[in-house]
């Protein structure tokens, strides 16, 4: 793709990377209302619970750095589509999960997923808008990322009430799936 045909796509990048990126900053958040049901539904010691929040967390702040590292030297738009697969199997698989220990080995597999999309999508900011709007571009970026973090216990609450915990799971596929499509159609 050419510079010009990038330029011009640069606000619609914009968009499928806040796509990319409210799936891993809304589920950061909304797993926490679920956490009653799971003790219910599950059987999910307190100890279970801790691991089931803190194994996605503890995977993503672990691998951060060496995803990022990877999206630069091998395509940062391979890695942020690698990091939305693993993100949507590892989301399928926690909404079939069947007890704890299975939960929190999918929530670790989400972690992988998360730790690839979220330095792609800044990686991918930083070269597609020049240095005038990149402040602006990066503000948005920011904004999304909190408004993810804002949504994840109201969507959870309802989700939970109205349909079932696995639906806090299910809920990424769609954003994902909006994200590899249109990533893969504006992405370079």
């Known amino acids: 793709m050419d510079a010009e045909t990038i330029h011009r796509r640069r606000w ?3 968009l499928v990377l ?3 990126l409210i799936v891993i ?4 958040t909304i797993l926490n209302v679920a956490l009653p049901t799971l003790v219910d539904k599950l059987h999910a010691t307190n ?9 996605y967390t503890l995977v993503f702040a672990g691998l951060l750095l060496t995803a990022g590292t990877l999206g630069d030297r091998f ?13 949507a199997l590892g989301s399928l698989l926690s909404a079939f999960a069947t007890d704890p220990r299975h939960l929190i080995a999918t929530r670790s597999l989400m972690g992988i997923g998360g ?3 979220m330095p792609s999508t800044l990686s991918i900011l930083t070269n597609v808008f020049k240095e005038g709007e990149r402040a602006r571009a990066i503000g948005i970026w920011s904004g999304v990322a909190g408004l993810g973090v804002a949504i994840g216990p109201l ?3 309802y989700l939970v009430d109205h349909i079932g ?6 809920v990424n596929l769609p954003v994902v799936a909006i994200g590899l499509i249109a990533g893969g159609q504006l992405l370079d």
């Open 12 to 14: 619609w990048t914009l």
């Open 18 to 20: 806040c796509v990319s």
């Open 25 to 28: 900053t809304l589920d950061n």
């Open 47 to 55: 100890s279970q619970l801790q691991w089931i929040v803190d194994g």
């Open 75 to 87: 395509g940062r738009k391979g890695a942020l589509q690698f990091g939305l697969v693993i993100f």
């Open 115 to 117: 730790a690839f999309i």
């Open 155 to 157: 969507a959870g609450g």
């Open 165 to 170: 915990w696995e639906a806090i799971f299910l």
